[in-house]
């Protein structure tokens, strides 16, 4: 018997995502799927306090059995161990997407399309269905989904420097000036970012925080945390179209979950913006992809050296 071990580590999207490709995988080779949903610096609360989703999540029977290990993988090529007869199981820690075809590569519009059946199977517990259904009736039919991450919550975010509240405010008066119908719904992990939403748009902004929650922004250490995080990805991903933060996964799984366009707002570089208009499924620019695998190469090589 062969198995497929996932360890999702990181935030909420980045664990979903990696569980996500799991499942995919899984399902495509025909094995077993086993969850170990670690507690970690970002997430220490259980899998089924927030999905319902009855995976198997005893991993001592493989404890005997032949391991092979992967950490962050893009790609893995299952053909060569496809005549394997050996009990096997493949472990995979991982906060990112990963494929087992070469035509379906991460972060691709074909990968992205395989993988969205398998987030929507992911089931929410009650309470955050309930939320959900509570705030999404309350949409107009032009919401605008924004979601600024700037760190101050209980997951790190290294580039929180690239986030500015003024590039948001920019792109949305430049909506609102064409469609004055627009309302927001705002998802973000600080209480000052909501505030000035709050302060700069007045009634056409909804937010769980304060009307439906008195969870502070960003706080994903507890139960109730958790699910508020869950129901701000999921109520993103009913909006129309959604403003994102660059560099940050959770407004990408918010489009991928509910196919909706999405724009990156930050800085990539030297742009004072991310892509130039909503896209479904959008990656980071060509450039920025390369800048930053050279940044990531440079570094181990200081690392050597030291």
């Not at 494929?99 to 395989?114: K, N, V």
């Not at 580039?159 to 469609?179: A, G, V, Y």
């Not at 407004?251 to 707002?265: E, F, L, T, Y």
Request: hydrophobic share 40%.
């Amino acid at each position: 018997m062969r198995y497929l071990h996932i360890k999702p580590r990181g935030g909420l999207a980045n664990r979903l995502r990696a569980l996500a490709s799991a499942m995919w995988v899984a399902d495509e080779l025909g094995i077993p799927l086993v969850l170990t949903w670690p507690y970690d610096h970002a997430i220490t609360i259980p899998f089924e306090k927030i999905f319902t989703n009855a995976f198997d999540q005893d991993s001592r029977k493989l404890m005997r059995l032949s391991t092979v290990h992967f950490k962050n993988p893009r790609f893995i090529d299952f053909s060569l161990a496809k005549d394997d007869t050996e009990d096997k199981v493949y472990e995979i820690v991982s906060n990112s997407p990963f494929s087992h075809l070469r035509e379906s590569q991460p972060y691709t519009t074909a990968f992205w399309t395989r993988i969205r059946p398998y987030l929507l199977q992911l089931n929410p517990v009650m309470e955050v269905e309930q939320l959900v259904h509570r705030v999404s009736s309350t949409f107009s039919p032009n919401m605008l989904g924004v979601h600024v991450r700037t760190g101050m919550g209980d997951v790190p975010f290294t580039q929180s420097n690239f986030i500015k509240t003024k590039l948001f405010f920019s792109e949305i008066d430049r909506i609102l000036n064409d469609e004055a119908d627009t309302h927001l719904f705002l998802a973000s992990d600080s209480v000052s970012v909501i505030e000035d939403f709050l302060k700069h748009y007045g009634p056409i902004v909804t937010t769980i925080h304060g009307k439906y929650s008195d969870v502070l922004p960003g706080t994903a250490s507890t139960v109730e945390g958790l699910q508020i995080a869950l129901s701000d990805l999921l109520l993103l991903s009913k909006t129309k179209r959604i403003l994102g933060s660059c560099y940050s996964s959770f407004s990408k799984m918010a489009s991928i979950i509910g196919a909706r366009p999405v724009k990156q707002i930050g800085r990539y570089d030297d742009r004072s913006s991310g892509d130039s208009d909503f896209a479904l499924f959008v990656k980071a620019p060509f450039a920025t992809r390369v800048n930053r695998r050279v940044r990531r190469a440079l570094q181990k090589i200081l690392v050597h050296r030291c």
